[in-house]
């Protein structure tokens, strides 16, 4: 890698990558990601995915693709969407663990499916700061918990 004022050059075996250097400064996203946890979900990541994607199938005929997640007794939660014209579904789940406040938050479902996807392992853990503030998603067990994670917007729902 060459660095110069305003570019920058990566050099590869068998490839050459320049570009020009944006000029500004990158806003301070270590304010985006709350420290506080109110609530924390473990759930096998498969399984809220591929329920996630079916709750979907409802919601995408709305404009916004809003799921809504709730928890309930004995280790469960609850996946739902409706759709006036179609009708609603609802979906039950046992997770590992769940501590904290009871939970009730709506999120894009195609915003969620996509950061669920970028994990490689089984199990994740999702901490929730409140209803309406972002919530983050991890690796259950990954050696550096912070190395990836999803921060996920929740949706407000009247």
Do not use: H
């Not at 050099?11 to 000029?23: G, N, Q, V």
């Not at 709730?70 to 996946?79: H, K, S, Y």
């Amino acid at each position: 890698m060459v660095l110069a004022n305003n570019q920058i050059l990566f050099k590869l075996k068998d490839l050459l990558f320049y570009s020009r250097l944006l000029e500004g400064s990158y806003p301070d996203t270590s304010r985006l990601i709350p420290t506080d946890t109110k609530s924390e979900l473990v759930i096998n990541a498969k399984a809220f995915l591929q329920a996630i994607d079916r709750a979907s199938l409802l919601a995408r005929e709305n404009r916004n693709n809003v799921i809504k997640l709730t928890t309930l007794e004995n280790g469960q939660v609850e996946v739902s969407s409706n759709s006036p014209e179609i009708g609603n579904v609802s979906e039950k789940l046992f997770s590992q663990s769940f501590t904290g406040e009871e939970l009730k938050i709506s999120f894009n479902g195609k915003y969620m499916m996509d950061a669920l996807r970028a994990f490689e392992g089984d199990d994740i853990q999702v901490s929730f700061a409140g209803t309406m503030r972002p919530f983050v998603i991890r690796p259950k067990d990954a050696a550096n918990p912070n190395e990836i994670l999803q921060l996920i917007t929740p949706v407000r729902t009247y």
